[in-house]
């Protein structure tokens, strides 16, 4: 019992370590702290290539006209913006155009791309939009991304001065309006961003995510372009760790965009985070594996649940501790969602719950390998290869 014991708090111990560690690292690297640093306007001296700003999009997602303005209101004095639909029907293509009226300075390109069968739907529209982009960089972002006036030009001096490229970015999720939406912000603010920072600036590991990402369009083109990675479900980490092997340089400064999450419910919620999980664990599977200590309230629930009373003031003061580290990224980065006393009400229970949620979210990859994801359905391989799964993907294959 004693070796036992012994083992579960060396356990819980690393597990504090880096949580306060990662913890550390964002509320150094909050979005005020550098943001604040930023001049307020282009340098005249500075060498600011053409950006094509590339946006897949499909149906509305929560703020969207407010997202996609943000990008018409850069303080960039050269780019273009490139949308994606998969047809001419799409919900989103009445608010675009609306907003393409409105900016008319700004060259504004929409293309309907048809929704593959066979490949992953993302890539297939970023190869149509890549193909029609003139710019030395592009800039893919997702359409639940909102991001302020200087944040490209910070991007692109960053890339100029680093030589990087392919610089990343930390992911701000706010405007939580919902207890599902406070979980999803919650857990790209802590979870996520924090290991995103933590990585890079502990291992020099980048971990790509896809909300935003500057590319060099020389160095994506030795690939072969996005085309390259569209068998694949984990583009935004492939890319990374592409663009690393092959000797390109990769970097962030903290730059950090907003992902908009107003009304996300708990199923929305937890069929994103499967699919996130079964895709981590085809990547590296002890990494995945390790992920089980960034969860120490459900490890110290097991094992009161296994051993008893004993371990009942160890997992209260173990969750107590992960609320107030999640609290303090809370308030250190999500200043949006700040000003909702509901949500400071509610975040105890939240963090305890969404944890447990995410418990059984880790369980999921080694019982299914199969992902939904905006109506197609997936198995994926290694490296998160993907196979159809839908039936008319199966005929097309039986037949083939």
Known sequence: ???????????????????????????WHRPTTRQKKSPASPSPSQDYPLVSLLKPVKGIDDG???????????????????????????????LIKKLAARYPAIHTKILATGDPLTENPKIH??????????????????????????????????????????????VLGTNSRSLASLMENTYLNFFTSGNIIA??????????????????RAALRSFG????????????????????????????????????????????????MARWARMRSKLNRPAYLAELLLNPVVIALASM?????????????VAAGKIILEYLNFLAVDSPDRKRLVNHLSFPAMVIAKDLLLS???LLPFFS???????????????????????????????A
């Open 199 to 216: 990585l890079w600036k502990l291992f020099r590991q980048p971990v790509v995510m896809g909300k935003s990402i500057l590319l060099d």
């Open 225 to 272: 372009g996005f085309k390259y990675f569209k068998d694949y479900l984990a583009e935004d980490y492939l890319i990374g760790k592409s663009f690393q092997d092959s000797g390109f340089k990769v970097d962030t400064n903290y730059i950090w965009i907003k992902n908009i999450s107003e009304k996300t419910s708990l199923k929305t919620f937890f069929k994103r």
């Open 64 to 94: 969207l006209e407010a997202n996609l303005e943000s990008f018409y209101q850069l303080d960039y004095p050269l780019y273009e913006i490139l949308f994606a639909v998969d047809d001419w029907q799409d919900e989103s293509l009445a």
């Open 125 to 170: 529209k970023l190869s149509w939009l890549e193909s029609e982009s003139r710019g030395r960089l592009l800039w893919v972002t997702d359409a639940s991304v909102r991001v302020e006036p200087q944040t490209l030009r910070r991007l692109v001096e960053k890339y100029s001065s680093s030589k990087a490229k392919l610089i990343f970015s930390p």
């Open 369 to 399: 390998n199969t992902v939904d994801w905006r109506g197609h359905h997936f198995k994926i391989g290694k490296n998160s290869l993907i196979t159809p799964q839908n039936d008319i993907e199966k005929l097309i294959y039986e037949e």
């Open 1 to 27: 019992m004693k070796l036992i014991s012994l083992i579960i708090l060396i356990i819980l111990s690393l597990s504090g370590l880096y949580l306060v560690a990662m913890t550390a690292l964002v509320i």
């Open 305 to 317: 649940a296994a051993f008893g009373a004993p371990f009942l003031k160890l997992a209260l003061a």
């Open 360 to 362: 059984a979210v880790f």
